[in-house]
């Protein structure tokens, strides 16, 4: 049975892009808009952890917090834009778990949301760590990939673009949003960018480069044996 994670926050794209990556890693996602919608959702599907924004309406973060802790030992991490050390001692000092400051990486979040379930739950069962597809091996811990136990040396755009294929063979992703998932965010303008760096991964990969299949008019799949 998945983890549950709860993503409270009014920005809908922020929402979207983590709710993306956590469905990636495996785990079920619920989402509020606002405090008062956390609290209720917290009562209602009991999810295992909460990633709580600090500046929503109708409920800011440290009242949805401080309601939730009164009610539930569910682990919470705040989310904030302000990177101000009274804001973090104050979400810590009403039970937060951690807190992570805007802009983040959306692969940083989901690692120590891990993190977070490892320390409140001790049994994570969740994707394996190494993702294998064919002779590639990719590790997003330790950020390395190997083709036929040799290493390949990827940029960081190469590898998100190669670990969010590999997350889901088969799935077929556009460009929109697998810039997403390399950028944190995704405008049309850059969407040929994603070309350029399948382009330069292809090389990199050779022969393996077939893995990585073309849907014309839509984007990039990575093949399924399956």
């Given at each position: 049975?998945?983890?549950?994670?709860?993503?409270?926050?009014?920005?809908?794209?922020?929402?979207?892009?983590v709710?993306?990556?956590?469905?990636?890693?495996?785990?079920?996602?619920?989402?509020?808009?606002?405090?008062?919608?956390?609290?209720f959702?917290?009562?209602?599907d009991q999810?295992?952890?909460?990633?709580?924004?600090v500046?929503?309406?109708?409920?800011?973060?440290?009242?949805?917090?401080?309601?939730?802790?009164?009610?539930?030992a569910?682990?919470?991490?705040?989310?904030?834009?302000?990177?101000?050390e009274?804001?973090?001692?104050?979400?810590?000092?009403?039970?937060?778990?951690?807190?992570?400051?805007k802009?983040?990486?959306?692969r940083?979040?989901?690692?120590r949301?891990?993190?977070?379930?490892?320390?409140?739950?001790?049994?994570?069962a969740?994707?394996?760590?190494?993702?294998r597809?064919?002779?590639?091996?990719?590790?997003?811990?330790?950020?390395?990939?190997?083709?036929?136990?040799?290493?390949?040396?990827l940029?960081?755009?190469?590898?998100?673009?190669?670990?969010?294929?590999?997350?889901?063979?088969?799935?077929?992703?556009?460009?929109?949003?697998?810039?997403?998932?390399?950028?944190?965010?995704?405008?049309?303008?850059y969407?040929?960018?994603?070309?350029?760096?399948?382009?330069?991964?292809?090389?990199?990969?050779?022969?393996?480069?077939?893995?990585?299949e073309?849907v014309y008019?839509?984007?990039?799949?990575?093949?399924?044996?399956?």
């Amino acid at each position: 049975m998945p983890r549950t994670i709860l993503i409270a926050d009014d920005d809908w794209q922020l929402r979207r892009t983590v709710r993306a990556y956590l469905e990636d890693a495996g785990f079920r996602v619920l989402v509020a808009e606002n405090g008062r919608e956390a609290l209720f959702r917290v009562r209602q599907d009991q999810p295992d952890l909460v990633l709580l924004d600090v500046m929503m309406p109708e409920m800011d973060g440290f009242e949805a917090a401080r309601l939730i802790r009164k009610e539930s030992a569910v682990p919470i991490i705040m989310l904030t834009a302000r990177d101000d050390e009274a804001d973090q001692t104050a979400g810590l000092e009403l039970g937060a778990d951690d807190y992570v400051t805007k802009p983040f990486s959306p692969r940083v979040l989901v690692a120590r949301v891990k993190a977070a379930l490892r320390r409140s739950y001790g049994d994570l069962a969740v994707e394996p760590s190494v993702l294998r597809v064919g002779p590639l091996a990719l590790s997003e811990e330790t950020h390395e990939v190997t083709l036929d136990g040799r290493p390949l040396d990827l940029t960081r755009s190469e590898f998100d673009l190669l670990a969010a294929l590999m997350g889901r063979p088969g799935r077929v992703f556009t460009r929109m949003e697998l810039l997403e998932r390399t950028q944190g965010t995704a405008f049309a303008a850059y969407e040929r960018t994603v070309d350029v760096h399948i382009k330069n991964l292809r090389a990199k990969l050779g022969p393996a480069s077939e893995l990585i299949e073309t849907v014309y008019g839509v984007g990039y799949r990575m093949r399924s044996d399956e």
